[in-house]
């Protein structure tokens, strides 16, 4: 009888924490806010909603290369609080990225019908859907900047792991997380 709870035992007794590493899916909770060059904290600019963490796959550039190095080596549980300097997070601002689009090449929500300058957009790239920032809005046409919302700015970031684990083979192959929850892109 005593071999058959120790079995039962054995199976409850979580596994070893798992570190993250390359190729580990993570899922994290994270604010995020501007440092200005005194210092100060601006207001959070993003955070991960409620109960709904962001995924990514570890060492694959899904997120910024200063939070990844910074998430390598933890675990569940742990929190962490970094700024970043603009060419750790999203890179210096490009003055040359200002482009003319048709607006017919843009994602844009139900609520963006009438666009403004000032305005974050999606719009198609070869390299799948950037964010970008209108400048100015034509008829057919709009000039964005292409530069990300958030390029030269040094940010703050607290962070907490929420799970970790092994990514499966597709999610290998397809260099990304399919979340629990999130529709899969094929």
Same mark, same amino acid.
């Given at each position: ?9 054995? #199976? ?8 993250? /590493?390359?190729? !580990?899916? @993570?899922?994290?909770?994270?604010? =995020? !806010?501007?440092? #200005? ?11 991960? #909603? ?8 570890? %060492?694959?550039? *899904? ?9 390598? %080596?933890?675990?569940? %549980? ?6 970043? /300097? ?9 003055? *040359? #990225? ?22 974050? @957009? ?5 390299? %799948?859907?950037?964010?970008? =920032? ?12 292409? *530069?990300?919302?958030? /390029? ?6 607290? @962070? ?8 499966? /083979?597709?999610? =290998? ?5 399919h979340a629990p929850g999130s529709a899969h892109h094929h």
């Amino acid at each position: 009888m005593a071999d058959v709870k120790k079995e039962i035992e054995k #199976s409850v007794t979580p596994t070893k924490a798992m570190i993250i /590493a390359d190729d !580990c899916a @993570v899922a994290f909770h994270y604010k =995020l !806010c501007e440092v #200005s060059k005194d210092g100060s904290h601006g207001p959070w600019l993003e955070q991960s #909603s409620g109960d709904r963490p962001l995924w990514y796959l570890h %060492g694959h550039k *899904n997120v910024i290369p200063g939070l990844e190095s910074a998430l390598t %080596g933890k675990k569940v %549980g742990d929190k962490i609080e970094i700024t970043l /300097a603009p060419q750790d997070a999203y890179g210096e601002r490009q003055s *040359n #990225s200002i482009q003319r689009v048709p607006i017919k090449h843009l994602h844009l929500t139900p609520d963006q019908k009438k666009l403004q300058p000032g305005m974050v @957009v999606g719009v198609q790239t070869k390299q %799948g859907v950037r964010t970008a =920032l209108v400048v100015k809005a034509g008829r057919f046409n709009v000039d964005l900047d292409t *530069n990300h919302p958030f /390029a030269g700015r040094t940010l703050h970031y607290q @962070v907490e792991i929420v799970e970790v684990r092994e990514a499966d /083979a597709e999610e =290998l192959a397809h260099r990304h997380v399919h979340a629990p929850g999130s529709a899969h892109h094929h």
